[in-house]
């Protein structure tokens, strides 16, 4: 007797549900694949596993650098989606100016832990005329 289309070729006993890791390799793939800028999330652990084992400042420093542009590019769609969600645009436009100034706040505070106030003078000069230089910006 023929089996029905949609009727799977395995019984039910047989089939296996995916793997966590199966399921895992295929979100990586989808996520790199669903923007160029997102092939750049490859340097995440590389600059943390730099760190740990003292592969030098500049390395470090490059490897963490480029792994925080698709950081500061993902962390603006999650609250660009989670502001269209929550129906209210005052509250949306608190989690973007909260969260748009994440990457500033972070440098900031690792600069002045290490005592270089110029480094986070100059990190708030840059966001301030970045925010200037918006042309949706109306003054």
């Known amino acids: 007797m023929p089996a029905a289309e949609n009727e799977p070729l395995l019984p ?51 490897l963490n650098f ?10 603006a769609f999650a609250t ?11 509250i949306a436009g608190l989690m973007n100016a909260t969260f748009g100034n994440a990457v500033e706040v972070i440098v900031s505070i690792i600069a002045l832990k290490q005592n270089q106030i110029t480094m986070v003078q100059a990190s708030m000069l840059d966001s301030r ?6 042309p949706w910006l109306k003054l």
Do not use: D
């Not at 005329?129 to 918006?134: A, D, R, S």
């Open 12 to 62: 039910q006993s047989i089939r296996r549900a995916p793997t966590v890791s199966q399921n895992t390799v295929k979100t990586i793939k989808l996520t790199l694949k669903s923007s160029p800028i997102n092939w750049f999330l490859l340097f995440v652990p590389f600059g943390i596993l730099a760190e740990k084992l003292s592969w030098g400042s500049t390395a470090i420093f490059t």
């Open 80 to 90: 660009e989606e989670l502001g269209e969600s929550l129906h209210n645009n005052s």
């Open 129 to 134: 005329l970045n925010y200037l230089t918006k």
């Open 66 to 75: 480029l792994a925080i542009i698709p950081l500061a590019s993902v962390l």
